[in-house]
């Protein structure tokens, strides 16, 4: 076994704990860390970014703990409770595989590609087949109906994953896939890390020694696939693309058109002899106008069902769509033209965005039309095969809760590639530019309200620019809980980012600024950093472009430096910290170059700079004192204030100032209990747990963990409570 005191178990240590700074626990394991190194060295260190530098701190810390006996024991403690991607191998992977389709026809040359390169003999190389061909083709039914038949194949699991690369603005990047693929794998949503990098390195740890099948639909390029990759043995993965990906080191697996005997047989399947044989005088048409498409073929159903519906329904005209999506927007456009008025309005408009899964309660205020009208207009969409149900994401609970309170429609849908394009087309003729413009700006004006509403209910107290702030800021909440908003915010994120790219193209720049203030919780407490980025980025950018050194400006630049500093981009991170800073003291916004100053000092804190980070704290607290009565921010001012107290107290314990910090974080948690802010005042007291146990109180610390618990359960702050599970392990093993 190795020795926890040697240089090759530290350097482990240290090397787990960074890369395990994803979530909270991590994030405080890592300032901890930094706060042992300066006790055990007697100086303060930098934090290791490289592996160099990690070996180089691990070499130094081993020989410090040499001779020191009670930090030895600290070290250890320390170690055995630290979380780190090792915690990883005890997920469980679960089938997920969406449900096969009942009538399955023919491809059986596909499939024994597949048998063969799932079957090879393990040679190193690893096991990768492409699935290709047109839109509506079948193949990702092709091989979801592989995976669910081969079943037996594959104990440890079967993950399925949508890439959603219709185009490179629709397709999901890596982070957002790996996280997915991860809450499959068993892994708990607060427990990855919000780099890609590092949930890479997690998905190939949880895989390794298992036989597993993953399929990844609707990929783009091969570039999105690549990360999504792993060289163990027993993993076979299947990507479905529209085309030949080049650069993907692939079994190619062509996919063509049903010959007419096997379309044929597909529609007796689907509607019976019987009806068939009923409609053999309009069956050439029918199968020449499908040609051989699976999808086409199953939107022809209402049509042979009722022949005289092929008469009074025009035909699609000459001027189709490119070769390959030809029988999908030839199915699209027959269906469209049996819609009632309402529901193709709501067809036509929906579709101007791309958005991930909408639902009934932004339908309707974007149309015009009551929830309960635009849930069944919906649903008549789907039966039609004009839009895809979605299926609820494991992350979020799928209600979504409107700005009104009310609970929205659960079912959410969204448009295939080709029939998105022909209502896009059919909204320009029949809607006009200024109709569709319209439509967008409404959906954006639901998604602002919502998004602003959830965000002052998901972090009470907490302060907003812009007008729907103000407005909403007097409103009743209408959420139960802290946990419920930021459930809500995490169940619409993907609109919401949508939502800002909308605003700047509209040139929209309050709603661009509003919806990216709106997404801090789920920055702060669900970890949707990666995800957030390009949103965040966007409001940077409208911002220099139409408001250069105004508040607002300040504001963007903040949110996106405190986005980069848990992705440990931290040299960007200043930069924006920086910028955001320089803008609102141009601006003469107090409250806000306060804000900024303090952001730096947390960056502080997580590069283990503490003497500079009290720097920053006690900074913001001179500016701060420059808000006068009646200026704009005095309001806030207790809260402000006891903030930076908090963090002045990190700042003691890891420059081992331990009574002085314990005095700063009561002083925090006073003000927090007292104005019944139960989220701070749990983490004063994880901090002030922290201290009593590098002080070495652990009976003294654990009343506190226990506390911190408690109020943190009520709030769904799940990242704060594994790192409160692995203080009280720490607890638990100084006292033992």
């Given at each position: 076994?190795?020795?926890?005191?040697?240089?090759?178990?530290?350097?482990?240590?240290?090397?787990?704990?960074?890369?395990?700074?994803?979530?909270?626990?991590?994030?405080?394991?890592?300032?901890?860390?930094?706060?042992?190194?300066?006790?055990?060295?007697?100086?303060?260190?930098?934090?290791?970014?490289?592996?160099?530098?990690?070996?180089?701190?691990?070499?130094?810390?081993?020989?410090?703990?040499?001779?020191?006996?009670?930090?030895?024991?600290?070290?250890?403690?320390?170690?055995?409770?630290?979380?780190?991607?090792?915690?990883?191998?005890?997920?469980?992977?679960?089938?997920?595989?969406?449900?096969?389709?009942?009538?399955?026809?023919?491809?059986?040359?596909?499939?024994?590609?597949?048998?063969?390169?799932?079957?090879?003999?393990?040679?190193?190389?690893?096991?990768?087949?492409?699935?290709?061909?047109?839109?509506?083709?079948?193949?990702?039914?092709?091989?979801?109906?592989?995976?669910?038949?081969?079943?037996?194949?594959?104990?440890?699991?079967?993950?399925?994953?949508?890439?959603?690369?219709?185009?490179?603005?629709?397709?999901?990047?890596?982070?957002?896939?790996?996280?997915?693929?991860?809450?499959?794998?068993?892994?708990?949503?607060?427990?990855?890390?919000?780099?890609?990098?590092?949930?890479?390195?997690?998905?190939?740890?949880?895989?390794?020694?298992?036989?597993?099948?993953?399929?990844?639909?609707?990929?783009?390029?091969?570039?999105?696939?690549?990360?999504?990759?792993?060289?163990?043995?027993?993993?076979?993965?299947?990507?479905?693309?529209?085309?030949?990906?080049?650069?993907?080191?692939?079994?190619?697996?062509?996919?063509?058109?049903?010959?007419?005997?096997?379309?044929?047989?597909?529609?007796?399947?689907?509607?019976?002899?019987?009806?068939?044989?009923?409609?053999?005088?309009?069956?050439?048409?029918?199968?020449?106008?499908?040609?051989?498409?699976?999808?086409?073929?199953?939107?022809?159903?209402?049509?042979?069902?009722?022949?005289?519906?092929?008469?009074?329904?025009?035909?699609?005209?000459?001027?189709?769509?490119?070769?390959g999506s030809g029988p999908v927007r030839a199915?699209?456009?027959?269906?469209?033209?049996?819609?009632?008025?309402?529901?193709?309005?709501?067809?036509?408009?929906?579709?101007?965005?791309?958005?991930?899964?909408?639902?009934?309660?932004?339908?309707?205020?974007?149309?015009?039309?009551?929830?309960?009208?635009?849930?069944?207009?919906?649903?008549?969409?789907?039966?039609?095969?004009?839009?895809?149900?979605?299926?609820?994401?494991?992350?979020?609970?799928?209600?979504?809760?409107?700005?009104?309170?009310?609970?929205?429609?659960?079912?959410?849908?969204?448009?295939?590639?080709?029939?998105?394009?022909?209502?896009?087309?059919?909204?320009?003729?029949?809607?006009?530019?200024?109709?569709?413009?319209?439509?967008?700006?409404?959906?954006?004006?639901?998604?602002?309200?919502?998004?602003?509403?959830?965000?002052?209910?998901?972090?009470?107290?907490?302060?907003?620019?812009?007008?729907?702030?103000?407005?909403?800021a007097r409103d009743a909440s209408p959420y139960?809980?802290?946990?419920?908003?930021?459930?809500?915010?995490?169940?619409?994120?993907?609109?919401?980012?949508?939502?800002?790219?909308?605003?700047?193209?509209?040139?929209?720049?309050?709603?661009?600024?509003?919806?990216?203030?709106?997404?801090?919780?789920?920055?702060?407490?669900?970890?949707?950093?990666?995800?957030?980025?390009?949103?965040?980025?966007?409001?940077?950018?409208?911002?220099?472009?139409?408001?250069?050194?105004?508040?607002?400006?300040?504001?963007?630049?903040?949110?996106?430096?405190?986005?980069?500093?848990?992705?440990?981009?931290?040299?960007?991170?200043?930069?924006?910290?920086?910028?955001?800073?320089?803008?609102?003291?141009?601006?003469?916004?107090?409250?806000?170059?306060?804000?900024?100053?303090?952001?730096?000092?947390?960056?502080?804190?997580?590069?283990?700079?503490?003497?500079?980070?009290?720097?920053?704290?006690?900074?913001?607290?001179?500016?701060?004192?420059?808000?006068?009565?009646?200026?704009?921010?005095?309001?806030?001012?207790p809260r402000a204030h006891a903030l930076l107290?908090?963090?002045?107290?990190?700042?003691?314990?890891?420059?081992?100032?331990?009574?002085?910090?314990?005095?700063?974080?009561?002083?925090?948690?006073?003000?927090?209990?007292?104005?019944?802010?139960?989220?701070?005042?749990?983490?004063?007291?994880?901090?002030?747990?922290?201290?009593?146990?590098?002080?070495?109180?652990?009976?003294?610390?654990?009343?506190?963990?226990?506390?911190?618990?408690?109020?943190?359960?009520?709030?769904?702050?799940?990242?704060?409570?594994?790192?409160?599970?692995?203080?009280?392990?720490?607890?638990?093993?100084?006292?033992?």
């Amino acid at each position: 076994m190795l020795d926890p005191l040697s240089v090759a178990a530290i350097t482990a240590v240290v090397g787990a704990v960074g890369a395990g700074m994803g979530n909270e626990a991590g994030k405080w394991a890592w300032e901890s860390l930094g706060g042992l190194c300066r006790r055990a060295l007697g100086r303060e260190v930098t934090a290791p970014t490289s592996g160099a530098e990690v070996a180089a701190v691990a070499e130094q810390i081993h020989q410090a703990l040499r001779t020191d006996p009670a930090l030895a024991r600290a070290w250890e403690d320390f170690a055995r409770a630290a979380p780190g991607p090792a915690s990883v191998g005890t997920a469980r992977a679960v089938p997920t595989l969406p449900p096969s389709i009942r009538f399955f026809t023919d491809r059986e040359g596909p499939m024994r590609v597949l048998r063969r390169e799932a079957g090879r003999k393990a040679d190193g190389r690893p096991r990768v087949a492409l699935v290709h061909g047109p839109e509506g083709i079948g193949t990702s039914e092709l091989a979801v109906h592989w995976g669910c038949r081969e079943a037996a194949r594959y104990p440890g699991g079967q993950l399925y994953a949508d890439l959603r690369g219709a185009s490179s603005g629709t397709a999901v990047g890596s982070a957002e896939v790996l996280r997915s693929l991860l809450r499959q794998l068993g892994m708990d949503q607060e427990e990855i890390p919000p780099g890609a990098a590092d949930r890479r390195e997690a998905f190939r740890r949880c895989l390794a020694g298992r036989r597993v099948l993953v399929v990844l639909d609707h990929a783009y390029s091969a570039a999105q696939v690549r990360p999504l990759l792993t060289s163990a043995p027993e993993v076979f993965t299947v990507v479905v693309a529209r085309h030949l990906l080049p650069g993907l080191d692939a079994v190619p697996v062509p996919v063509g058109p049903l010959s007419e005997s096997d379309a044929r047989r597909l529609l007796t399947r689907l509607v019976g002899k019987e009806t068939l044989a009923g409609a053999r005088a309009v069956l050439p048409r029918v199968l020449e106008r499908c040609g051989g498409s699976p999808f086409a073929l199953r939107a022809a159903v209402p049509d042979l069902s009722d022949p005289h519906r092929l008469e009074e329904v025009p035909t699609v005209p000459e001027s189709g769509p490119p070769t390959g999506s030809g029988p999908v927007r030839a199915a699209a456009e027959r269906a469209y033209r049996t819609l009632e008025p309402t529901a193709a309005r709501v067809y036509r408009l929906m579709a101007q965005r791309e958005w991930p899964a909408f639902a009934a309660p932004v339908v309707a205020h974007t149309v015009g039309m009551s929830e309960g009208e635009a849930a069944r207009h919906l649903g008549e969409l789907a039966d039609r095969r004009l839009l895809e149900p979605v299926e609820a994401d494991p992350d979020t609970d799928p209600v979504t809760t409107g700005p009104d309170g009310k609970d929205g429609e659960q079912a959410r849908y969204r448009y295939r590639p080709s029939i998105r394009g022909h209502a896009v087309e059919a909204a320009f003729h029949e809607d006009g530019i200024a109709g569709c413009s319209a439509a967008v700006a409404g959906s954006v004006r639901w998604y602002l309200d919502f998004a602003v509403r959830a965000r002052l209910a998901a972090l009470p107290g907490s302060w907003g620019l812009g007008p729907r702030f103000e407005a909403s800021a007097r409103d009743a909440s209408p959420y139960g809980s802290e946990g419920e908003a930021l459930t809500a915010l995490r169940a619409e994120r993907g609109n919401l980012i949508e939502a800002v790219h909308a605003a700047e193209e509209f040139g929209d720049a309050d709603s661009v600024y509003q919806l990216c203030q709106a997404l801090w919780p789920l920055q702060l407490k669900a970890g949707h950093h990666d995800e957030l980025l390009p949103a965040l980025r966007a409001g940077v950018r409208v911002a220099e472009a139409r408001h250069p050194g105004s508040r607002m400006a300040g504001r963007m630049h903040s949110l996106l430096g405190l986005d980069l500093m848990e992705l440990r981009r931290y040299e960007e991170a200043e930069a924006e910290l920086s910028a955001a800073a320089e803008a609102e003291k141009d601006a003469g916004h107090a409250r806000g170059h306060a804000s900024a100053v303090e952001s730096l000092g947390l960056l502080r804190l997580r590069q283990w700079r503490f003497r500079e980070a009290y720097g920053c704290f006690d900074e913001a607290s001179g500016i701060l004192a420059g808000i006068g009565p009646g200026d704009e921010g005095e309001r806030d001012l207790p809260r402000a204030h006891a903030l930076l107290e908090r963090h002045r107290g990190r700042a003691l314990r890891g420059l081992g100032r331990f009574t002085e910090a314990r005095e700063r974080l009561e002083n925090a948690l006073r003000y927090f209990c007292g104005c019944g802010d139960a989220y701070n005042a749990a983490r004063s007291l994880t901090d002030l747990a922290e201290v009593a146990l590098d002080a070495g109180d652990a009976s003294g610390a654990l009343p506190l963990i226990d506390r911190a618990t408690e109020m943190l359960d009520e709030e769904k702050a799940a990242y704060h409570l594994i790192h409160l599970r692995s203080l009280r392990a720490r607890c638990v093993n100084s006292l033992d």
